[in-house]
């Protein structure tokens, strides 16, 4: 009795706990390796999608609406979640000092990409591949953009 109860209650505190965003923006990584580890790896599968949704753009693969609106919408997900591993103390990969001097323009530069992202997934919505197109340009120019000067050049 005593125990399922406990247990009870310590599962809640977990639950508790992992709503407290602002407690997980500030040390959602043991170490900060492990925060680069994971950013890196989100940041990799965008670029995955990035490439196939361009081949699409560019027709070199066929346009099937349903599959780059499922597409599209795991890639709008993906692009939500490297910024809470770019916290203070988490220096180093190939991110330039910059992201912690200047976090103001990195989280703008992050936020761009969010609108681009949405602007994305209703231009899918219409089924139009010139409204992908062009969506997907802009997308693409955004990631451009912040690595242009949050990235090192390699
Ligand atoms: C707000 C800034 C920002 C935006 C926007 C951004 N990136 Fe990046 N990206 C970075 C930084 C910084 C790194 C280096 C991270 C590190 O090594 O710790 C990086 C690294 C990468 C990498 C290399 C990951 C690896 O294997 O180490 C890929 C691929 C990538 N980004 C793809 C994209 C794509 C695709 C987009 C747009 C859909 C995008 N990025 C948008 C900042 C950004």
Redesign the pocket.
């Known amino acids: 009795m005593m125990k399922s109860r406990v247990r009870g209650l310590s599962l809640s505190l977990a639950a508790l706990a992992l709503t407290q965003t602002p407690a997980m923006a500030e040390a959602p990584f043991p170490d900060a390796a492990a925060a680069?580890e994971y950013?890196?790896g989100v940041?990799?599968q965008?670029?995955e999608h990035?490439q196939s949704l361009a081949e699409v753009a560019r027709g070199r693969a066929p346009y099937d609406p349903e599959q780059v609106k499922a597409d599209v919408a795991e890639f709008r997900a993906l692009?939500a979640k490297p910024w809470q591993a770019f916290h203070p103390g988490t220096e180093?990969?190939?991110?330039r000092p910059e992201?912690w001097r200047e976090p103001q323009k990195?989280a703008d530069?992050?936020q761009l990409?969010q609108t681009r992202m949405a602007e994305l997934e209703a231009a899918a919505d219409t089924g139009e591949l010139a409204r992908v197109r062009e969506a997907f340009g802009h997308?693409a120019n955004?990631?451009r953009a912040?690595?242009d000067s949050?990235?090192q050049r390699r």
Do not use: D, E, Y
């Open positions: 680069v950013r890196q940041l990799k965008m670029g990035s692009a180093g990969g190939n991110a992201v990195f530069a992050a990409l997308t955004s990631c912040c690595h949050f990235r």
